[in-house]
């Protein structure tokens, strides 16, 4: 007898012999098997001597893939878009949509060893570059509510990887006095892919939402492999690799756990759990802000552009702090005057990614600071970015005073003092 998606098979290959469940495989060529600890494996059909039918799929009526088992945790999920939301087309050999997201649990049944998925939210399906600081406050709204509601242990959120540590980061700012964990996980492969990082991600997210890490965190791989995952500081994490499921690395700070489908080890401290409190929604954003890099050659001009239509302006500057100023063709010192003198808030940033600004070091770095920039040592630049619009979207701190103050406060952890170098 033929075996069929849903049938439990063995599979001999020239290599191996493999157990697991059948999958529908969209792939050409490609016989995909859900190993018992749900990683989807693709085999080529060119590589199988046989299949054994171990057992047929139970038939009946289609069962739900959430199953309550009020035994576990409860955690909600809000699913966003993104790859991990997606699989392939093979008409245009892109990914597009799940037409229903919630297939993701008919694909990933795992999490359902972990945790009881008590609700899913919608509120969009976007990849994250269409994203905007409206669908971070969308987001924040829905964990404030599930946060403080007794039942609900954590939330999980799934995203795209694009821009993924600008939700992070947004959702650090947003959400006030955070009470219980809230994770973030993607996955790099479409989740109907063979070798999906999705099964271990969100398996591992639903470890993170039920522990008593009380934090926005970033959940994916630690590594290529697919052995665990790190969870990590949303307001100090950055996508830095194009493809790899361990694209997301921490920076300027370790990571806060190692992360095992079935345990959690710390690595550093953490704000701890505490199911008395409520968070506080605090989601004001001014979107009249910019992100900006230095280079060489760069036109002053931008700094008048900037302070006619722009309240601040986050600026990726070199290492420890330096830009074209004096000894330059292109002075940028006159422009920034201006731009400052004009009420524009102007922030830098380390372009290096690691590292901190040090503008003391060389006296160009103490002009500029002598000016009125505020330089944000080891924050990343999209935080910066993210918190600059948080803060000037808050009347209570208006003058330039108050707004630095703020942008130097160490609000979630964006800021690392321990940092050596
Ligand atoms: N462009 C997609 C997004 O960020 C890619 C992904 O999900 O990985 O939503």
Redesign the pocket.
Same mark, same amino acid.
């Given at each position: 007898m033929e075996a069929k998606p849903g049938d439990r098979v063995s599979i001999r290959t020239v290599h191996e012999t493999l157990e697991g469940t059948l999958v529908e495989s969209y792939e050409a060529g490609i016989v995909l098997l859900k190993l018992r600890n749900g990683y989807n494996f693709g085999i080529k059909k060119e590589d199988i001597v046989s299949i054994d039918l171990i057992g047929k799929k139970k038939e009946g009526k289609k069962k739900e893939a959430r199953k309550v088992n009020s035994k576990l945790p409860n955690v909600d999920v809000i699913i966003t878009?993104? %790859?991990?939301s997606s699989r392939v087309d093979y008409q245009t050999g892109g990914v597009k949509w799940l037409t229903n997201p919630e297939e993701l649990f008919e694909l990933y049944p795992e999490i359902f060893e972990i945790c009881n998925v008590r609700k899913v939210e919608i509120p969009f399906m976007k990849?994250?570059?269409n994203m905007d600081y409206k669908d971070w406050q969308e987001i924040a709204k829905i964990c404030e509510k599930s946060l403080n509601d007794g039942d609900c242990e954590g939330v999980i959120i799934t995203h795209? %990887?694009?821009?993924l540590h600008y939700t992070a980061a947004a959702l650090s700012f947003f959400l006030k006095d955070l009470n219980k964990p809230v994770v973030l996980t993607?996955s790099?492969r479409s989740s109907d892919r063979a070798s999906s990082d999705a099964a271990l991600n969100l398996q591992c997210a639903a470890r993170v939402a039920c522990s008593d890490i009380a934090e926005v965190v970033l959940v994916g791989h630690a590594s290529s492999n697919d052995d665990f995952c790190y969870a990590l500081r949303g307001s100090k994490v950055r996508k830095l690799h194009s493809s790899r499921r361990d694209a997301f690395k921490p920076v300027n700070t370790m990571a806060i756990a190692r992360v095992f489908p079935d345990r959690i080890e710390t690595i550093t401290g953490h704000r701890t759990r505490d199911d008395n409190k409520k968070v506080k929604l605090d989601d004001g954003f001014n979107d009249k802000i910019a992100l900006i890099k230095f280079y060489p050659g760069m036109d002053p001009e931008i700094f008048d552009f900037l302070s006619t239509r722009y309240h601040g302006v986050v600026i990726e500057v070199s290492g420890l702090g330096h830009l074209a100023i004096d000894e330059a063709r292109k002075n940028l010192l006159p422009a920034i005057k201006r731009a400052i003198d004009n009420g524009l808030i102007v922030c830098a940033a380390c372009q290096t990614v690691y590292g901190r600004l040090d503008p003391l070091v060389y006296s160009p770095g103490r002009k500029l600071m002598n000016y009125g920039i505020i330089f944000l040592g080891d924050m990343l630049a999209e935080t910066a970015y993210v918190k600059l619009g948080f803060v000037l979207g808050h009347r209570q701190w208006k003058t330039k005073e108050q707004i630095r103050e703020k942008m130097l406060e160490n609000i979630s952890g964006e800021f690392n003092n321990r940092l050596e170098g």
């Open positions: 878009g993104g %790859t991990i990849a994250s570059e795209g %990887t694009d821009f993607y790099q």
